[in-house]
């Protein structure tokens, strides 16, 4: 390819032409499936249609149908809303960056989008693939999935639940179909995300119908939203009600006005905000992936420690201070006292035992005053939020996963922001820029600069590629990784200095084992 040509490639729809930068061929906006309105919407994605001649694929596709976002949202610069993208049902589309339109079969590295399954998309220039494709020589794709009530409304009407998470199957049955015309390897092909996306990947792990379609899994930041039927049908049974409905309807639903629907969910966010339900990924995130018995035939975490992905290598990790993102900068925050703190884990953890809050309190504050960190009632609260919600569930999938697959690797990511003067620490999403490699620009005052930052960002990028092409992170810019068992608990640490540890905050760790509720 030269760097002046327009790339073309034949993919099995039909023919595509992209645009070169800087040595990649770079494809936007490629559908993956048919748009799923009309007719189509609730129901399972189908195949896109062929088209003749060459399709033009130099622009981004929109994104899926969802509120505007506001609030963390203006910290990353966009990264968890559509920005200036439309928005459209006709969203199932994709991006490719790759070094060559070869026969060179590189590894291919799929970027599952955040946003909590009510925002986002795979065109986020936070998600921007090409300095990941350049420095591993590996195919990078981003995609765009169903979101909130249209991506994962449950209801037997509607033929279950998980549209959205069927959605990213297509996307990945795409990559099997078509990568290899695109110079990837579609028997090395890794699935990673991050929040939502991270929570995806490890959903995917226990879904049937992505059984070989991928071969190595990254989740990062993964989060613990109830999966339940129960919880899913109470969510639909509101979201009904908004809408005019008293039970499921689904010519009604299909037809009517998407701004109808998103209009629904904005106002079911707002009253769950106000009543303080919203929860550490904010109000509104009900909708999600569910246990269906169907596409989704048990928990993520019980499938995985049952072995349903016992052939797939895993990375996994959260960072140290995820839950700072929703509440660091809130009004009157700083000035928790420790009665305001137990009354939340009470709340949010311990089902009103305040005894048993307390001890967890306790707990917590002990370790941190021991480690030498800021134990005030906030940061007390934060870190107690944190591990309940990102952290230990992560953990579980590892130990889960460690039982039949030894090539699992696990990570805490501390680097701190210096935005609004360190108040965010190494808060939620805040090492996406470092893996993609977009820690500059409009982004450089979230992850800051200097010599430590860019050799961060370089270890991690190495580690993800490392990773992508052997199923393995280790690579000469990190010391060893060795890999994660529930006896060891090895880790490593991705901060201004990258080392292991093994068993990182077992305090903590052993702390919310006592009080971690069951599976919802």
Known sequence: MSQGSAPEVTTTRGRLRGVMQEGLAVFRGVPYAAAPEGPRRFRAPEPAEAWEGVRDATTLGAAAPQPPRQGVASIFAGAFSAGDLPVSEDCLNLNVWTPGLDDARRPVMVWVHGGGFRTGTGASPMYDGATLARRGDVVVVTFNYRLGPVGFLYAEELGGANFGLLDQVAALQWVQDEVRAFGGDPDNVTIFGESAGGKSVETLLGTPAARGLFHRAIVQSSHDP???????????????????????????????????????????????????????????????????????????????????????????????????LFGAAAPGMADMDRPAALARIAATLTAGDEARAAATYEAYRAAREQRGDRHAPVDVWFAVQTDRTFRYPSILVAEGQAQHQPATYMYLFTQPSPLYEGVLGSCHALEIPFVFGTNRGELLPLTGKGDAVEALATAMQDAWIAFARTGDPNHGGLPLWPAFTDRRRATMVLGSQQDVAYGPLEAERQAMAEVFPPLR
Do not use: C, K, W, Y
């Open 226 to 324: 109830p999966m339940g039927v129960e919880q899913a049908t109470g969510a639909t049974s509101q979201f009904l009600a908004e809408v005019g409905l008293t039970q499921p309807d689904a010519e009604r639903l299909r037809a009517m006005p998407l701004n109808d629907l998103i209009a629904a969910q904005v106002r079911l966010a707002e009253a769950a905000m106000a009543a303080g339900a919203g929860g550490v990924l904010g109000a509104g995130a009900s909708f999600g992936p569910v246990v269906d018995g169907d596409v989704l035939p048990a928990h993520p975490r019980e499938a995985t420690a049952a072995g349903s992905a016992a052939d797939v290598t895993l990375l996994i990790g959260t960072n140290l201070d995820e839950s700072r």
